[in-house]
């Protein structure tokens, strides 16, 4: 500590005699994280400020007054006339101290029936409510991105896999629709979040409410809020918006984490299935030869970077007495740190997918010669009807058959054979035994049958304008 006092203006002066040193002060300060509250600590104030006079707290002249320099401060700010100053405690102490000191009195009326603590819980969900939409279409635009790559590839066959074993035929246009569904939950989640955002904090006060009389439906819907909320204490105390959009952001990033672990392997020289756009590549310092998938091992790290800042909450919040403490203070960091992440690997990893450009060579090769169409054979047993459980022995040793023969598919054995193993095949199996065909052959809904993509594109595409 070097002993120096800050100079700037505090709100809590009357009491205490002495101020923290400097950097004591820039210790508990918060501005440096919500100073991008500003235009939602302005917009919560003015409808404050309103309320206050409609009530007859503050006479017209005054709340006009306010007003009328509240849109002015904003208007500075933005074309940056007015820095926000980053020696004040935090942004609401700013915008309260630039009203002093340009009005006066009428600046040293606007804190009346308001605290920090309702007004930083009112800003936050301000906040949330102008960007979790962005979100949510950053979500939108990704699955669009996706279902046009699905739809070219409806018809793209590839391995699916189980323990990263070759299990059965799929299609790309398949494998993106699953990507696409486990958005379209996430893109859900944040709705829900937001519905339960969608109540008003302000008129809670310190912790109890205010003996003045607010109007807080009024504040409420002025600022487009549902309602106010229930309970006072609770609406300076409750954090768990917080906790629930970094959740939402954790399991959002940690799907993109998987989808970028699928890219990783799928670009790699092993399977190559997919070719990086240049772009969307880095290259090596030291090897000349390597063309690496950075952007989606960045964004399959960025997960732990969002279940971080989810834990970090947990942890804040845990044990912590009603109502408010400072420790609240702590929420901003983590929780803005998920939205900005989560934003900004969604616009990454659609850029990478668009650019990204599918070997349909070697996705039907790798689908091919694996066996990938023994459940198949199994399952043609049954339509025939064999116990499955027998059916699935009988495939389960032509396939046996075919490795001690050193053929690499079940098509390669004779009919002669095939009935040494169940007497019920017959030529009309051969046509099932191709990638297209198995893959065509699950019509079900649900299923990877390149009619029944095209059927789940356009339902994921319908999704889109509902939540
Ligand atoms: N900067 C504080 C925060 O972010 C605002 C609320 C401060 N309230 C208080 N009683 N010190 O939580």
Redesign the pocket.
Known sequence: MNGDKPTGAVLWAGRLAERPDAEAFAFQ??IN??KRLVFDDIEGSRAHVATLGRQGILDAGTAEALDAELLKIAEEIRSGKLPVDEGS????SFIEGVLTERLGDAGRSVHAGR???D??ALDTRLYLKRRVPELQNGIGAVIDTLLDIAERHADSVMPGYTHLQRAQCVTLGFHLCAWSCALRRDRQRFAEALARIDECPLGAG?LAGTTLPLDRENTASALGFSRPTLNAMDSVADRDFALELASVCAITQTHLSRFCEDAVLWSSEEFGFVDMAEAWSTGSSIMPQKKNPDFAELIRGKAGRATGNMVTLFTLLKGLPYA?N?D??E??EALFDSLDTVETCLRMFRGMMAGASFNTVRMAEAATGGFLEATDAAEYLVRKGLPFRKAHEAAALAVRDCIAAGQNGIACRSLAELRERSPLFDNDVYALFSPAACADARRLPGGTAPEEVRRQIAALRAAKTCG
Do not use: F, G, P, T
Request: aromatic share 4%; hydrophobic share 25%; net charge negative.
């Open positions: 300060s918060s994280i919500d405690e935090d942004v609401h605290s920090r603590n007004q930083v310190a408010y400072k609240l203070q929420d901003k």
